[in-house]
């Protein structure tokens, strides 16, 4: 005889059929609190599927299925007495509209899942989601728009940096992202929520060889500059690239800015793939180790700088229909 196996008001025997067991009426009708939105979705007590990945937060979630980059095994929501509303209930309404099941996770089990990340009570179970090889960026002719920018970012290792970064060049109105392959930071959940979810619908590429690409783009006539980290910062001394503040920077021709790692900044060989480099001047003297910034409150000052001279507002050509960040989620 068959070993048997019990799931969920199921027997499974050894061929892996299952023989349904017959509930009580009562059990079959048990209503469960929250609102008739509530009432519609399922306990569940499975981990994540293998190879799937836990997105979690209200607008990374809801920004994913609206992009839908990602496949979508099952989106896990949770609701207050007062059932769903707002955001939430527009969230449930997209995953039933595309047929993706909606189950009502235990506050503790979720909590377990996001390893006790803000999770707001929205997860989704999805497909990873990686950069695109570089060569998938597409030919941009430098004569067509000569205030195209795309973020270079060298060795980028934090996911909280790099979700802050993404954040800010998606609402400045960065093009393109390009980062390097190796030693960089993959695009996680985490990030995902660093961003506001907008690493959901961003273009983000990579490369395996930056310097490379970096002299391919010059010979195309793009601009390639650099960042330091001030006027004393280390740069190599048979080195000729000019230095600039970032407020007397022109930006009058396509280009690509670079950033580079956390700590050691650009490697000497993208460095020296750079045209022009810029700084951000301080406000007063510093002493040693106050004397830079994050590289994502940088970024920030440093795309501000740039993008402020934007003569009108990028067409959207490539967003189209993400160019507005969801309403009430621009803070979370």
């Known amino acids: 005889m068959g ?9 499974r025997c050894c061929s892996g059929h299952f023989v349904t067991r017959h509930f009580s009426q009562a ?5 469960r609190p929250g609102g008739e939105e509530l009432s519609r979705l399922r306990l569940d007590d499975l981990p ?3 190879r799937l990945e836990l ?3 209200l607008s990374p979630c809801l920004l994913a299925l609206q992009a839908a980059r990602r496949r979508v095994a099952k989106l896990l929501l949770q609701a207050g007495k007062a059932g769903l509303q707002g955001a939430r209930a527009e969230l449930l309404r997209a995953a039933e509209a595309q047929g993706i099941p909606v189950l009502r996770p235990r506050r503790q089990k979720l909590d377990a899942l996001c390893r006790y990340q803000v999770h707001q009570g929205v997860c989704l179970e999805v497909s990873p989601l990686r950069p695109r090889p570089w060569t998938e960026a597409g030919e941009a002719n430098p004569g067509d728009d000569p205030q195209q920018l795309w973020l270079v970012l060298e060795d980028l290792q934090d996911p909280r940096n790099l979700g802050a970064v993404l954040r800010s ?4 109105g960065v093009d ?4 390097s392959q190796r030693n960089s930071c993959p695009l996680t959940p985490v990030v995902s929520k660093a961003s506001a979810g907008a690493m959901e619908v961003m273009d983000v590429f990579s490369t395996d060889d930056l310097a490379g690409f970096l002299q391919a783009k010059a010979q195309q006539g793009w601009l390639v500059a650099g960042t330091v980290g001030g006027p004393r910062a280390e740069i190599s001394q048979s080195s000729e690239i000019p230095v600039t503040s970032c407020l007397d920077f022109l930006w009058d021709r396509p280009t690509l800015l670079v950033l580079g790692n956390e700590g050691s900044g650009l490697s000497q ?17 510093l002493p040693p180790g106050l004397d830079s910034l994050n ?32 309403k009430n989620l621009s803070h979370v």
Not at 3 to 11: I, P
Not at 27 to 31: I, K, P
Not at 176 to 179: C, G, L, R, W
């Open 48 to 50: 994540a599927t293998q």
């Open 169 to 172: 060049a998606h609402f400045l």
């Open 269 to 285: 060989e993208v460095q020296a793939s750079c045209q022009l480099l810029l700084t951000i001047l301080p406000g007063r003297q």
């Open 55 to 57: 997105l979690f937060g």
């Open 176 to 179: 393109k992202v390009i980062t």
């Open 295 to 326: 590289v994502s409150v940088a970024t920030g000052i440093l795309l501000h700088s740039i993008c402020s001279q934007r003569k009108s507002f990028p067409s959207e050509r490539e967003e189209g229909t993400f160019s507005e960040t969801p």
């Open 3 to 11: 070993l048997l196996s019990t799931f969920r008001g199921a027997t």
């Open 27 to 31: 059990a079959r009708r048990e209503v």
